[in-house]
């Protein structure tokens, strides 16, 4: 008998499989993703675990939510890929090996759900494999040991509910929402901004620690204004997103973006996310199935986690090429036109300054979107962009901005004349609707005449114009349709004009 046998032996573990045992047993404790592995057949036996990149993603960044190092993320991943398993059965019964003491309030659009991995958490802890390996840890305290609330000798606990509930005002160091949303009500515009207004409200509330604690939103996208929207639109500095659509589309318009240093391991188009559970057929299939019931719609929603309102389609994504700043040609004539927003607010509409170029080449006519300024802006912030804008554009660039019936615009020429002394501006009402105002610049965008420079607005200014007009924001759109305009106007009055003199 080898040494190695002989302290094995001693040890009491001469037997083969009690050696593996004892070492998957380590591995389990030290990674999240080892203990899914380890303990997957007490929760579905007879059924294989297929070790997927897209879990293993999901558990290194559970793993960094407990050690303290993520307080807030939003993981967008479509239906199958076991959100739901991973972030609200395994992760919290893992956490506990380390800090039993830790306590979890998990939501769902239904109790129902969260009443379902509670049970599911459960059966986890009680099995004879889990007991050997970590009874020790903690013990379940058979006075919270229910349906709603799972509790443990170490005062942790885990407490199942819905978006609407908690009426007995418990509060967590972990706050799981896994899909706030209905799917089926994801077109129900009360119901979303009552999901919203409770995540921005309520939520904050039930935290025990509003620097320390975290809170994990992990959910597939169902509307452009659904809750991970919300945090996208206004809370991307505060929330780590990560987004990991089912085929791999490298012009994404949400990118993921964590403290991990996480980037999508995928490079070609079309790339899937699971190809062992989910190979080309069976995604093909789901695609099929949504597409039936929900058009591209689902499937852009759902699947790749990138939502955009029925009926939209005025302008197409593919339609608009993007080309390095070196590559504008130089000479023509630019206009910024400007959108202006009423007032500052989570869900006021912005202020958008977008600079387009017309370049004429021959018998070819090019337009150019070289910047776009935006933001939910106070009137002094508005002001202030404004200024720096003109500066940055230049004095042959015309400012151009919508102008206010009545008394009201007259003193908005004035202000702006003051604030703009030296530059080169002008007002002009609207006229007809956003739609028509558009319909010009989507024929230009259509034929190929309109190219972006690259630039880090331009994820933002796509998903805005695939959305039109049924989107939730149609500021840039509105900016760049006035720009155009301005363009087509100012060349047939200014045609032998020099550049300088457009103003």
Avoid at 442 to 463: D, I, T
Avoid at 474 to 494: C, E, M, N, P
């Amino acid at each position: 008998m080898s040494d190695l046998l002989k302290k094995l032996a001693a040890a009491g573990l001469s037997d083969p499989d009690a050696v593996l045992e004892k070492v998957r047993a380590k591995r389990a404790e030290q990674s999240l993703i080892e203990f899914v592995e380890f303990m997957w057949s007490e929760l579905e036996p007879g059924r294989e675990f297929k070790r997927g990149r897209v879990v293993e993603v999901l558990c290194e960044h559970l793993e960094a939510v407990t050690r303290g190092e993520i307080t807030r993320i939003n993981i967008n991943v479509p239906p199958g890929c076991m959100k739901s398993l991973t972030t609200s059965v395994f992760w919290p019964t893992w956490t506990w090996i380390h800090k039993p003491y830790a306590r979890f309030v998990a939501f769902a659009y239904s109790e129902d759900l969260t009443i379902r991995d509670n049970s599911k958490m459960r059966k986890l802890i009680e099995s004879d494999r889990f007991q050997k390996h970590w009874g020790h840890v903690f013990q379940p305290d058979g006075k919270e040991w229910g349906k709603e609330k799972l509790g443990n000798s170490a005062t942790g606990f885990k407490l199942a509910t819905s978006i609407g509930g908690v009426g007995t005002g418990e509060r967590g160091d972990f706050i799981i929402i896994d899909d706030p949303h209905n799917v089926r009500e994801g077109e129900s515009e009360a119901k979303r901004t009552a999901a919203v207004m409770w995540f921005g409200e309520t939520l904050p509330t039930r935290v025990n620690d509003q620097e320390k604690s975290a809170m994990v939103l992990i959910m597939q996208r169902v509307h452009e204004a659904d809750v991970a929207g919300h945090i996208c639109e206004n809370l991307s500095d505060d929330w780590e997103h990560l987004c990991l659509p089912m085929r791999y589309e490298p012009e994404h318009p949400y990118q993921s973006r964590t403290s991990l240093g996480f980037e999508d391991w995928r490079s070609e188009e079309g790339e899937l996310l699971w190809p062992d559970r989910f190979p080309e057929n069976a995604v093909a299939a789901l695609e099929k199935t949504f597409r039936s019931v929900g058009g591209d719609y689902a499937v852009a929603g759902q699947l790749q986690q990138r939502p955009a309102p029925r009926e939209g389609g005025m302008f197409k994504r593919d339609d608009f090429q993007v080309i390095e700043p070196a590559d504008v040609p130089s000479g023509g004539i630019s206009v910024r036109g400007w959108d202006l927003a009423a007032t500052r607010d989570g869900r006021a509409a912005y202020t958008v300054g977008l600079r387009m170029k017309r370049v004429e080449q021959g018998d070819k006519v090019s337009y150019y979107i070289e910047d776009i300024a935006r933001g939910q802006w106070s009137a002094h912030q508005v002001d202030q962009k404004i200024k720096e804008a003109a500066i940055g554009d230049g004095r042959n660039c015309l400012q151009d901005f919508p102008q206010d019936p009545g008394q009201a615009g007259k003193s908005q020429m004035a202000h702006f004349a003051a604030l703009l002394d030296g530059y080169n501006f002008t007002f002009s009402p609207e006229s007809g609707s956003k739609e028509d105002r558009a319909r010009p610049l989507a024929s230009q965008v259509e034929a190929g005449s309109v190219y972006l420079v690259r630039a880090p607005w331009n994820g933002a200014f796509l998903a805005e114009v695939e959305n039109f007009p049924n989107g939730r924001f149609k500021d840039q759109v509105d900016a760049a349709s006035r720009a155009y305009s301005k363009l087509i106007r100012r060349r047939s009055r200014t045609l032998a004009a020099k550049p300088e003199t457009i103003g």
